[in-house]
T-cell receptor, first 117, second 115 residues
Framework: EAGVAQSPRYKIIEKRQSVAFWCNPI?????LYWYQQILGQGPKLLIQ????????DSQLPKDRFSAERLKGVDSTLKIQPAKLEDSAVYLC???????????????FGSGTRLTVV | DAKTTQPNSMESNEEEPVHLPCNHS???????IHWYRQLPSQGPEYVIH???SNVNNRMASLAIAEDRKSSTLILHRATLRDAAVYYC????????????????FGKGTKLSVKP
């Protein structure tokens, strides 16, 4: 099966500019996640979607970050305006959802490396 | 999600077995033990998971202590491609306000493999 697709692979922007990342999950995966990974740290969950609804966005800095999954398939994460501390790898992941959801693994994309200068 | 403790780093020789430990003394009966690894410049990759019994798959084995307060990921013959950061994560089967036992990553163990 095809993996989780993310684009772009790399992005360099100046602070206060805006940027958007795109993710296409594995076909049939109802749950989609966006993670932020700062260099040297483990990934941090930003937002979780179940189909086209937000399940958990408690860690998303909503003053500058937004995300959508309008048709319950692919998703876009946006940062506006970007700050220097937003430099990180942004990872998208998807998983099946069923009654025993902790019994399923996530599949991650390769991520988008964002550098804010 | 309950907390796990892993060594910051470990070294192994190529073609030797590797035992990566994880302590999770506050694990609850509804927590699955998941292992992921992250190779350089890639997203995390699922390795294995289990609840109570030891588990084997093509990548690794997971040995779970009888009291479930610790577990060990076993790579039977390390290769250079196994050099990665390994994360031990507890996932709850309970639905905490809809968060559905999300993967919460710590810092993991950085495994180096020497030829």
């Amino acid at each position: 099966e095809a993996g989780v697709a993310q684009s772009p692979r790399y992005k360099i922007i100046e602070k206060r500019q805006s940027v958007a990342f795109w993710c296409n999950p594995i076909s049939g995966h109802a749950t989609l996640y966006w993670y932020q990974q700062i260099l040297g740290q483990g990934p941090k969950l930003l937002i979780q979607f179940q189909n086209n609804g937000v399940v958990d966005d408690s860690q998303l800095p909503k003053d500058r970050f937004s995300a959508e999954r309008l048709k319950g398939v692919d998703s876009t994460l946006k940062i506006q305006p970007a700050k220097l501390e937003d430099s990180a790898v942004y990872l998208c992941a998807s998983s099946l959802t069923s009654q025993g959801y902790a019994n399923y693994g996530y599949t991650f994309g390769s991520g988008t490396r964002l550098t804010v200068v | 999600d309950a907390k796990t403790t892993q060594p910051n780093s470990m070294e192994s020789n190529e073609e030797e077995p590797v035992h990566l430990p994880c302590n999770h003394s506050t694990i609850s009966g509804t927590d699955y033990i998941h292992w992921y690894r992250q190779l350089p410049s890639q997203g995390p990759e699922y390795v294995i998971h289990g609840l109570t019994s030891n588990v084997n798959n093509r990548m690794a084995s997971l040995a779970i202590a009888e009291d479930r307060k610790s577990s060990t990921l076993i790579l039977h013959r390390a290769t250079l491609r196994d050099a990665a950061v390994y994360y031990c994560i507890l996932r709850s089967t309970l639905n905490y306000g809809g968060s559905q036992g999300n993967l919460i990553f710590g810092k993991g163990t950085k495994l180096s493999v020497k030829p």
